[in-house]
C-alpha cells in the first residue's frame, strides 16, 4: 500500500475506532472528483465473516437517499411537483388538508410524527409493506407544517405511496426502475439478496437474535421499507449520495440538483433525538445538509454545504462538493454504538 494514500492516512483511525468501540469492521468507499471510487475493508461482520468491497449490507436510512431520487425523478419529468400537495396527490390520507407538500415532506417540515404508534401497524410475524403504507396514511400530523425538522419515516412512507400511485407499481418496482436500474446499483429491497448481507452487532431491543429482529432478519428486509430497507455495497451507497451531487450528468437536471441539496427548513430547529436536535437543522429534498451542526458524523473540515444520509445499522454516504469528495462508511455495530468516531475517521478522508 502507497503510505501517501488515503488508505494508509485512515487505517490508524479504523483500527483504533474498531478497537475501542467494539466495531467488528468497516468498509469504506471513496470517490474524488468524477473518479471512479476507491475502497478499503478492514475486519468482519458480527458472525466474523471477513468483510470485502463487495459485502451487501442492510444501509438502514440510507434507503432515503433512494426513496427520495425516485420522487425526484418523477419531479423530473413532470408527473410530480415540489409544491404539489397532499390533498391533491393522497387525498385519503389523514394529514391531507394541512397544506402539506412533497418538498415538506422530502425535507421533514411536514409535521408527520417521526415514527407510526405501535398499535398502528404492530411488530408481527404478519405485517406487511400494505399495512405500513395503510398506517401511514392512517397517520394524523403532531404539530404545524414548516415548524420544526421532524425525523419522519412516515413522511417518506407517504412519499413512496406517491410513487406507487404514480406509477402503478409496487414501491420497491418503481425503485428499482427509476433509481437502481438507471444508476447500476446492486440493491435489494423486499426480496432476498443472493447472498447474505452482513451481520451487524449492537442492541435491536426486544426482538434482538429472534426471527424478527430489526436490521439483520429476514422479515425485516422482507417488509420493503421505503425509510430502512434496502440492502446494498458500498458502491451502491456511494452512487445514491453522488447521484445528489449531478454524478452521472443528466440523471436529474441541474436546477433540480441545486434545489435538492439547498436548504428547504431555513430557521427551523430539530433533528433526530438529543444530542441530535440542533437549533438550526439544515435539510434538503432527502438529504441533511451539514450546515453549522454540532455535534456531528462529519468533521468540521466538512463544508456546510456538504450533504447525504446516516443509518440506524452504523453507515454513513456523503458528500462534499466543496472538498471534491464523497465518502460512504459501511460498519457492522450499530450508529449508536460509536456514530461519535465517525468525524474522525472523515476527517483523515477530507484531508
Not at 459485502?55 to 410530480?80: D, E, H, Q, W, Y
Not at 428499482?176 to 440493491?187: N, R
Not at 462538493?321 to 460512504?328: L, R
Request: hydrophobic share 45%; glycine share 10%; proline share 10%.
Amino acid at each position: 500500500m502507497n503510505h501517501d494514500s488515503w488508505q494508509a492516512r485512515v487505517q490508524p483511525v479504523l483500527g483504533a475506532t474498531m478497537r475501542d468501540k467494539e466495531v467488528p469492521g468497516i468498509v469504506l468507499a471513496v470517490a474524488r472528483g468524477i473518479r471512479p471510487p476507491e475502497f478499503l475493508a478492514v475486519g468482519t461482520d458480527a458472525e466474523n465473516v471477513p468483510l470485502t468491497a463487495d459485502t451487501l449490507f442492510p444501509v438502514a436510512s440510507i434507503t432515503k437517499l433512494a426513496t427520495a431520487l425516485a420522487v425526484l425523478r418523477l419531479v423530473a419529468t413532470g408527473a410530480l411537483a415540489l409544491d404539489d400537495r397532499l390533498d391533491a396527490l393522497l387525498p385519503d390520507a389523514r394529514a391531507a388538508g394541512h397544506e402539506i407538500t412533497v418538498r415538506m415532506l422530502l425535507s421533514h417540515t411536514s409535521g408527520l410524527p417521526g415514527d407510526l404508534a405501535p398499535a398502528a401497524a404492530p411488530y408481527t410475524p404478519s405485517l406487511t409493506w400494505p399495512m405500513l403504507a395503510a398506517a401511514c396514511l392512517a397517520a394524523p400530523v403532531s404539530r404545524p407544517p414548516r415548524s420544526r425538522v421532524t425525523y419522519s419515516n412516515v413522511g417518506i412512507g407517504l412519499l413512496a405511496v406517491i410513487v406507487e400511485r404514480r406509477t402503478g407499481m409496487p414501491f420497491a418496482d418503481g425503485l428499482a426502475e427509476l433509481v437502481l436500474d438507471p444508476l447500476g446499483i446492486k440493491g435489494f429491497l423486499g426480496t432476498e439478496p443472493p447472498l447474505p448481507p452482513a451481520s451487524i452487532a449492537g442492541d435491536f431491543g426486544e426482538h434482538r437474535s429472534t426471527p424478527l429482529e430489526p436490521i439483520n432478519s429476514r422479515f425485516w428486509r422482507s417488509l420493503a421499507l421505503p425509510w430502512g430497507g434496502l440492502v446494498t455495497d458500498a458502491a451502491g451507497a456511494l452512487r445514491l449520495v453522488r447521484a445528489f451531487a449531478g454524478i452521472p450528468h443528466g440523471f436529474l437536471p441541474g436546477d433540480l440538483l441545486a434545489e435538492a441539496v439547498r436548504n428547504q427548513a431555513s430557521g427551523v430547529g430539530g433533528g433526530f433525538f438529543p444530542p441530535l436536535t440542533w437549533p438550526e437543522c439544515p435539510w434538503g429534498l432527502g438529504v441533511e445538509v451539514r450546515g453549522a451542526k454540532s455535534p456531528h458524523w462529519t468533521p468540521a473540515s466538512a463544508s456546510p454545504a456538504s450533504f447525504g444520509h446516516v443509518g440506524s445499522s452504523g453507515c454513513l454516504a456523503w458528500a462534499d462538493p466543496d472538498n471534491h469528495v464523497a465518502w460512504v462508511m459501511l460498519g457492522t455495530r450499530n450508529f449508536l454504538g460509536w456514530w461519535e468516531s465517525w468525524a474522525a475517521i472523515g476527517e483523515a478522508l477530507v484531508s
